[in-house]
T-cell receptor
Framework: AQSVTQLDSHVSVSEGTPVLLRCNYS??????LFWYVQHPNKGLQLLLK??????LVKGINGFEAEFKKSETSFHLTKPSAHMSDAAEYFC????????????FGKGTRLHILP | DAGVIQSPRHEVTEMGQEVTLRCKPI?????LFWYRQTMMRGLELLIY????????DSGMPEDRFSAKMPNASFSTLKIQPSEPRDSAVYFC???????????FGAGTRLSVL
């Protein structure tokens, strides 16, 4: 069975400082992993996707995530936070090729302090 | 492409009334998902369709909720009768069958008074 755990429900960082949003997953197979972002009053938008081609995945808006199989983690990072990054971020595990399941994490709300 | 289109964007209704939410998926997509998002429970998958056929409706809360997909370009989520605890943002998303990237609509914010 698959599962995904976002370790922090809220993260606050100052503008210009690094961002780290943590995600751990569990999967019986080799999953696809994603990060989605949801800005206030908007739908979810894909940030980046991992599918085993490379462990470090670059996404939009300067975000990237590293797949670490030994740690079953897929943490999202950005070197320097911008005010426009304030949003909710969802880690997602998918195995639609096998049991057709897509599991969303509970979300992490990122606050950017001026 | 216009993306996934949901209507209405906002709905305010009184308890006991019927509510119908609508979704038009991206043209060519043949999987469609309905989600509900609340502060307490986060994002929940209610039901999804492949090729207009409901595949998994285990997330539908109770019999008051029903979803249909009469054709590839239209789906509805109906709540009858509505209750205050149904107040939430309802999202529709679409994808290709077997593909794992979903494209989300802007959502319908439902308030049941």
């Amino acid at each position: 069975a698959q599962s995904v755990t976002q370790l922090d429900s809220h993260v606050s960082v100052s503008e210009g400082t690094p961002v780290l949003l943590r995600c751990n997953y569990s999967s019986s197979y080799s999953p696809s992993l994603f990060w989605y972002v949801q800005h206030p009053n908007k739908g979810l938008q894909l940030l980046l996707k991992y599918t085993s081609a490379a462990t470090l995945v670059k996404g939009i808006n300067g975000f990237e995530a590293e797949f670490k199989k030994s740690e079953t983690s897929f943490h999202l990072t950005k070197p320097s936070a911008h005010m426009s990054d304030a949003a909710e971020y969802f880690c997602v595990v998918s195995d639609r090729g096998r049991d057709d399941k897509i599991i969303f994490g509970k979300g992490t709300r990122l606050h950017i302090l001026p | 492409d216009a993306g996934v289109i949901q209507s209405p964007r906002h709905e305010v209704t009184e308890m006991g009334q019927e509510v119908t939410l609508r979704c038009k998926p991206i043209s060519g997509h043949n999987s469609l998902f309905w989600y509900r998002q609340t502060m307490m429970r986060g994002l929940e998958l209610l039901i999804y369709f492949n090729n207009n056929v409901p595949i998994d409706d285990s997330g539908m809360p109770e019999d008051r909720f029903s979803a249909k997909m009469p054709n590839a370009s239209f789906s509805t989520l109906k709540i009858q009768p509505s209750e205050p605890r149904d107040s939430a943002v309802y999202f529709c998303a679409s994808s290709l069958v077997g593909a794992d990237i979903q494209y989300f609509g802007a959502g319908t914010r439902l308030s049941v008074l």
